[in-house]
């Protein structure tokens, strides 16, 4: 990481370790406006046929198995739409809000490649049944016109193509996570007022992000890798309220899980490059980690309901030598 550091201190065998751990959002915050649309004249009417779904792996794409059948409906329209680059289209699956909500949720956890897509939304609905009639995305200055889109996914694929390349030089699955890991790591500024820094297109394309694109970056390099890999959104919990890189001021951050042959584990990029940064060397405290050595991270929403993690076999000293362990770093007030 090339890029600035706030105020974390650890304490490492007796060395002074100052973490940058600091801001991001996570969660399910995507701003949204709704209109009522009883006074609508020119609404479309909703079809009467049934709209037919895209069904998804439940392997690959975890919040996709979480939803109702009506829910995955909705979600497959809205994947569906959003790949073709379409910002406002007719919703003809009957749904209320708090599904759009979870279902938008979703979408957005799962698929990193949507790249484009702003975490702003608004829809009308039938204020009688409570129905969503339509749905408008925003989508990211660099990618609000079919010709900027197009450049904007030419630029993003080949860069990313060049990474994915190079990890696939490498037999093993952790071995590709570890170069996704590293590049992401020394190419990426932390920088909390970088723009785009919910996309992964920001640490990709920009090189500079917060945790939701540290997170979403590897998420979509991983899976490109054949690698399964999930986006968790959670909380910096057990730290008494003190503000630390990767959370903003509410404490909410993101990260990653993988699967590797039968198991998952938690990885956290963010935390491994603020760390290394300021240690002066890589280390990899948060490198494929159980849930109980993962300390400082509480799942939330959607994400408290992803698999477990328990196994211990890659962890990264389990497989590359020795590092610096999460349980060895103490973290301070941020003044």
């Known amino acids: 990481m090339r890029g600035k550091l706030a105020k974390l201190i650890s ?3 007796a060395v002074a370790l100052c973490l940058s751990l600091a801001g991001c959002s996570g969660g399910s915050d995507y701003a949204l406006s709704a ?3 009883s006074g609508y004249s020119d609404m479309p009417a909703v079809p009467s046929t049934s709209y037919v779904r895209t069904d998804y792996d439940n392997n690959k794409y975890p919040y996709f198995a979480m939803l109702t059948e009506t829910e995955k409906n ?37 698929h990193p490649e949507l790249f484009w897509v702003d975490n702003t939304y608004g829809y009308s609905y039938e204020p009688n049944t409570g129905d969503i009639k ?9 990618a609000d016109t079919p010709e ?9 694929n080949a860069a990313a193509d060049l990474i994915v390349g190079q ?21 990426t500024d932390y920088d909390t007022s970088a723009p785009y820094n919910q996309s992964a297109y920001s640490v990709i394309v920009l090189h500079e992000s917060v945790c939701a694109g540290y997170a979403k970056a590897f998420q979509y390099l991983a899976q490109k890798c054949g690698i399964t890999c999930y986006y968790v959104t959670g909380r910096t919990d057990g730290l008494g ?38 240690y002066g060397s890589p280390i990899y405290p948060f490198f494929n980690l159980t ?45």
């Open 167 to 187: 990890a696939m030089t490498y037999q093993r699955a952790v071995e590709k996570e570890l170069y996704i890991h590293d590049y992401i790591c020394q190419n």
């Open 134 to 142: 339509d749905i408008t995305f925003n989508f990211f200055d660099f």
């Open 35 to 37: 209109t009522d649309t």
């Open 74 to 110: 909705a979600y497959s329209l809205i994947c569906e739409n959003l790949t073709k680059g379409n910002k406002e289209f007719e919703c003809v699956v009957s749904i209320n809000a708090d599904q759009l909500t979870k279902v938008i949720d979703s979408v957005l956890n799962d």
């Open 11 to 13: 304490l490492i065998m």
């Open 291 to 335: 849930d109980d050595l993962f300390v400082y991270h509480a799942r939330i929403n959607l994400a408290v309901s992803l698999p477990k993690c328990t196994a211990t076999e890659f962890k990264y000293s389990n497989q590359f030598g020795p590092t610096v362990e999460a349980s060895s770093i103490t973290f301070a007030d941020a003044a």
């Open 241 to 278: 309220g003190r503000l630390v890189s990767g959370s903003n001021e509410d404490g909410s951050h993101s990260w990653c899980m993988i699967k590797i042959d039968a198991d998952y584990y938690n990885l956290d990029c963010l935390w491994d490059d603020t760390a290394s940064d300021t």
């Open 148 to 156: 900027k889109l197009n450049s904007a996914k030419t630029q993003f």
